[in-house]
């Protein structure tokens, strides 16, 4: 396999110029308020945003969700999550299952940081926290403290640089899934969720 | 499905009669075009100043491809993945092989990639007992009709909902013939259900790459389904497929392109979902592949980087030229008979296939060059055309008709008495055809210009003879 990659480097060698350098960019400067912004962008992404004054009152929230929405009130949790150590109790009839969702199920997540120029969550795999799950369900929550939103996809890149590295995976998710395969109209929930709930703490 | 774009005047006839495809065609103003312009309309940064930014960017890249390359293998490697190297499609399609079955993978769920469909991935994987499962929606749909992408972006632009409801019941026996397949969202509904099984038995899924990352050994993919995801995450391993223009050096440079992609593509601020992924899963990661592969394939773009036609392989393929294209507009992407249509495909094709196979293609325009107004990294792609076009004459490929009577035309331009001569004895006679009519509507040899066109009378005298005549 040397060869190939011999050979390609060789005929880049061959087709190289004068290094340009890359200029610096010259983003506007922020002038919005940065969870008004993403609250504003990610209901324009089809998501419903929610807001709760503490984690603790993420159970309640989620089962008048459920209960609304006419679904099921299971959740799927992984059993890695620290969100398992949430009051669950204070919402009766919820259950709290730990196998992977399918895609009729409801899950729940933390979002790591929220981007509030498009309204996106951002997940770092880790051991805490499952990358698939954002793909699996029927109907994703997620919670986001207010203060983890930041303005741009620059900060998170400020973040990776400052926590030492990119995580295996690093998931941008902006509203729910959808596809416009098919006569170029958009439907929901093509292989993703078909509903994204995100819980805005504080 | 080989590239073979030599009967393209005869397919982009057809298609121009093809009253499915035209009727697809219709909705690309309102699905491409509008939404693209309301997209950069709507963004504080100036899309002429952004696109600045993002040509900066690749022209950079580009600079130092070979060194981006090393930087890229070397931080893949120091997360745990692996680089491969493939020359050409046949290569590539040996190096996917053998790490499929070095895995011991039967079932391979696939994103969508254009790369895998230029090296004709899927046919060498079932020929080697491997079954291939395209999970993109589009491409799923395709795969069904043993069908070639007509879209870079949306591979099944060209089919209504009745042709996929067709497909899908051929394809889906096992479920109830009776049920209800005409509507959009039972359609995507059945496709979810299906493909669920697909990406949840996999043994390993491919996907290809939008960018990667030099700094960070990063292979970043934009979808808006999250089949790619799926298709990452769930399987034991995880191979990507790109080609070698797609290394950029840092992390901030995927955020200028992901701006300039998304809005250009489909006039998205952002797509439902855009992924970094660097390596397989951390030992206590809580999932993710266990293996982590890159196939970077070369496939001719590393001997267009010495050439005039460098600057093609800054392209982000957002499909923003064809969405724009007077001709890609009337007759669709299948006539080109090649991997990528449109501008790109006219600017792309002759140099990963060669000219022999595709030199129409840069004929494919008019050079309005509305293409190049909203490519969103300033490809020249009207000069990278002109180019193919003279390299097509001087090669004498094809050894047509239309280079000698080129070529005639060219010897008498040089030699100006006989010019005249032949040019006033040209005017009489058509003036003689025309007669009281004042149109010529015929003429011996230019039957296809005749068919919706007429050409004036000439003047009874030249310009020439009456410029030497003033006072």
Same mark, same amino acid.
């Given at each position: 396999?040397?060869?190939?990659? #011999? ?7 061959? !087709?190289?110029?004068?290094?340009? =350098? ?25 998501? #419903? ?6 984690? #603790? ?43 992977? =969702? ?44 207010? #203060? ?13 640089r ?13 509203? =729910?899934?959808r ?22 703490? !504080? | ?12 006839r ?21 939404k ?60 996917i ?58 591979p ?19 479920l ?37 990352v030099?700094?960070?050994? &990063? ?15 769930l ?5 990507v ?65 010495? &050439? ?5 392989l ?65 490809i020249?792609?009207?000069?990278i ?8 004459? &001087? ?53 296809g210009?005749f ?21």
């Amino acid at each position: 396999m040397s060869s190939a990659r #011999d050979f390609i480097l060789g005929n880049l060698a061959k !087709g190289r110029s004068a290094v340009t =350098p890359v200029p610096d960019y010259a983003l506007p400067g922020w002038t919005y308020d940065v969870p008004e912004h993403f609250i504003a962008k990610a209901k324009l992404s089809v998501a #419903d945003v929610h807001t709760i004054a503490a984690p #603790d009152d993420a159970p309640e929230a989620i089962l008048s969700i459920l209960a609304a929405q006419g679904l099921l009130p299971r959740l799927h949790l992984p059993k890695v999550s620290p969100l398992n150590a949430l009051p669950w109790h204070r919402a009766p009839g919820l259950s709290v299952v730990s196998e992977p =969702p399918t895609g009729a199920d409801s899950a729940f997540s933390r979002a790591d940081y929220g981007i509030a120029e498009t309204g996106t969550l951002v997940f770092f795999s880790a051991p805490q926290s499952a990358s698939s799950w954002h793909y699996r369900p029927g109907r994703e929550f997620v919670l986001l403290p207010r #203060d983890s939103i930041v303005p741009r996809l620059e900060d998170i890149i400020a973040h990776v640089r400052s926590r030492g590295g990119m995580p295996a995976t690093l998931n941008l998710v902006t509203g =729910p899934s959808r596809t416009a395969d098919i006569e170029q109209t958009i439907e929901l929930g093509a292989h993703g969720p078909r509903a994204l709930d995100i819980l805005i703490v !504080g | 499905m080989t590239t073979d774009a030599t009967a393209f005047p005869q397919e982009a006839r057809a298609a121009l009669t093809n009253a499915r495809l035209q009727g697809a065609l219709n909705h690309l103003k309102e699905g491409f075009q509008v939404k693209r312009a309301k997209a950069f309309d709507a963004y504080p940064i100036p899309f002429e100043s952004l696109r600045e930014q993002g040509r900066a960017i690749k022209e950079a890249a580009l600079s130092q491809l070979d060194e981006l390359l090393l930087q890229f293998e070397a931080k893949v490697t120091a997360n745990g993945g692996k680089v491969h190297w493939a020359r050409d499609a046949a290569e590539a399609r040996d190096v996917i092989t053998r790490i499929l079955k070095e895995s011991g993978a039967k079932t391979v769920t696939k994103g969508k990639s254009m790369v895998t469909e230029e090296i004709e991935l899927n046919p060498h994987l079932i020929a080697n007992g491997l079954t291939p499962v395209e999970t993109d929606l589009g491409e799923y749909i395709i795969q069904l009709r043993n069908e070639r992408p007509s879209h870079i972006v949306a591979p099944a632009f060209h089919l209504r909902r009745t042709d996929v409801e067709e497909s899908f019941r051929e394809a889906h026996q096992a479920l109830p013939s009776s049920r209800v397949l005409d509507n959009r969202p039972a359609l995507v509904s059945e496709a979810r259900g299906i493909l669920r099984r697909h990406f949840e038995a996999a043994d390993a899924g491919i996907t290809g790459a939008n960018f990667l990352v030099a700094e960070t050994g &990063s292979a970043i993919i934009v979808t808006n389904e999250g089949n790619g995801d799926l298709t990452r995450l769930l399987p034991r391993t995880h191979i990507v497929v790109t080609g070698i223009e797609k290394v950029v050096p840092r992390l901030e440079d995927v955020s200028i392109l992901l701006r300039l992609l998304t809005r250009s593509a489909t006039g998205q601020e952002i797509t439902s979902y855009v992924s970094f992924m660097s390596g397989p899963k951390h030992a206590d990661d809580a999932d993710g592949p266990q293996n982590f592969h890159v196939v970077l394939v070369d496939n001719g773009r590393s001997a267009l980087l010495g &050439s005039p036609v460098r600057e093609v392989l800054q392209c982000i393929r957002c499909g923003a030229c064809m969405n724009h294209c007077p001709v890609y507009g009337a007759i669709g992407g299948h006539a080109y008979g090649a991997t990528y249509p449109g501008p790109l495909g006219a600017a792309l094709d002759p140099g990963l296939d060669g000219l022999a196979k595709t030199y129409h293609l840069p004929f494919a325009s008019s050079f309005c060059g509305r293409c190049e107004t909203v490519c969103p990294v300033k490809i020249p792609l009207t000069k990278i055309m002109r180019f193919w076009r003279n390299e097509s004459f &001087s090669r004498g490929i094809p050894a047509s008709s239309f280079n000698r009577g080129l070529k005639l035309w060219a010897w008498a331009a040089r030699r100006p008495a006989l010019y005249r001569t032949f040019a006033s004895l040209a005017a009489r006679v058509m003036r003689m055809i025309a007669g009281k009519s004042g149109r010529v509507r015929s003429l011996p040899f230019l039957t296809g210009w005749f068919i919706v066109r007429d050409l004036a009378k000439p003047a009874s005298e030249s310009f020439q003879s009456q410029w030497r005549r003033r006072p």
